[in-house]
């Protein structure tokens, strides 16, 4: 029976031997990446901002503006959709020749709608973390109540004991 061993560490564990006697010998981390970089063949930025409907070639179907209500244009983003895929279904009975102009107008609104619910994240990020802290809390407050009942039982038999001993 065959059995490989272990790889040997990587050359560079060297840099950290004198670790636990001088903490300040190993070298210092590299820097944050800034801006953009290349992952797996993908270029990628390190900043999480949104590019705009208007960035990626997409005609905004919904209200511009730092003030979207964005319940109303949700609605009616999707109340388009559906009476888009009616026609659709309507225009692949009748013409069916015709179908793309509809196809397109589809997907134009499901980009809408995405950007729309992409907005969105960060305020739903927001409240999940909050929703983990209350609950955070409310875990740590059951925690010491449950401390307090068991100090309070244990005193409660401390106390009993002693009490039988005395009575001896």
Do not use: W
């Amino acid at each position: 029976m065959a059995t490989a061993t272990y790889p040997p560490p990587p050359p560079f564990y060297r840099l950290y031997k004198d670790y636990k006697q001088d903490p300040k010998s190993a070298p210092e981390p590299p820097p944050p990446i800034e801006g953009t970089y290349v992952c797996f063949g993908g270029t990628y930025t390190t900043s999480d901002v949104l590019p705009s409907l208007e960035e990626q070639g997409v005609r905004q179907l919904y209200s511009k503006g730092p003030n979207v209500d964005f319940k109303k244009e949700l609605r009616s983003l999707n109340g388009e959709l559906q009476l888009h895929v009616l026609e659709l279904a309507d225009i692949l009975i009748e013409r069916p020749s015709q179908y793309a102009r509809r196809v397109e107008e589809i997907s134009t609104i499901f980009k809408n709608l995405h950007h729309l619910l992409n907005s969105l994240r960060p305020h739903q990020a927001r409240a999940t973390l909050i929703h983990i802290l209350e609950l955070q809390i409310q875990r740590r407050k059951q925690a010491v109540e449950d401390i307090k009942r068991r100090r309070e039982e244990a005193r409660r038999l401390l106390n009993e004991s002693l009490a039988t001993l005395d009575g001896h």
